[in-house]
């Protein structure tokens, strides 16, 4: 697989991986580049592929950018194992380099955090060594995020450590927290790896320059 595959992880579970893999597909198609947004695994319902779907154009079939959808809210590899079903991740690389060779991009949201399992003997880990992706680590900008960021990066193999690429999330309003992180951070990472998304309070409105130029930042310029 030679195109980029960007995997989107998660510090936690429910912190913003599905708007900012929305945010990097509508920004690509802005920018005329044929770009799938897929979130192979789903469980609690289909919202995050749904969005993801609308995000890319509607290009894929629903079912293509979510193969595999269970519907405890649970880490999938159990809702899964709830409804007698398994996923494994030679299925889902497969998956993933099938619509990789349909497109110049592919984007694709992880479950959960790094280390959620999300099928037999697999998480978002070994789906992202599997792929060669590109890291992208969002974390809400709030007190503790540098803790999860380094511990995120600490799980991480030397090479992925190093391409790994931090989004922190602004709250609606400013905190002494969300003020000194990316000070903090920046002296800890690679500064131009370390990205801080505005609070966007309408998601369908136009996309400001400054979001443009970190979205563009991610993706490599
Ligand atoms: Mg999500």
């Known amino acids: 697989m030679s195109k980029p595959i960007f995997l989107i992880i998660g510090s936690d579970t429910g912190v913003g991986k599905t708007v900012l893999t929305a945010l990097l597909t509508r920004r690509l198609r802005e920018r005329g580049v044929r770009v799938a947004a897929l979130k192979p695994i789903c469980s609690g319902g289909r919202d995050d592929a749904r969005q993801l779907h609308s995000a890319g154009g509607k290009t894929l079939a629903l079912d293509e950018v979510n193969p595999w959808h269970f ?24 998956h993933i380099g099938q619509v990789n060779r349909r497109f110049e991009t592919v984007i694709v949201e992880g479950a959960g955090g790094l280390l959620s399992p999300l099928g037999e003997n697999f998480d978002s880990l070994d789906l992202l060594l599997k792929l060669r992706a590109m890291p992208i680590l969002v974390c809400p900008n709030r007190l503790g995020a540098i803790n999860q960021v380094l511990l995120v990066r600490k799980a991480l193999p030397k090479a992925a450590a ?3 690429q931090v989004v922190l999330v602004s709250p609606p309003r400013a905190t002494a927290s969300s003020r000194s992180n990316p000070t903090l951070l920046a002296d800890l990472m690679e500064p131009s790896r370390l990205h801080v998304l505005p609070w966007l309070r309408n998601l369908q409105s136009p996309l400001t320059p400054t979001v443009q130029a970190t979205l563009d930042a991610l993706l490599g310029g």
């Open 71 to 94: 519907r405890a809210p649970l880490a999938p590899l159990i809702a899964a194992r709830r409804e007698s079903k398994s996923v494994n991740l030679r299925d889902v690389v497969q």
């Open 162 to 164: 190093k391409k790994l």
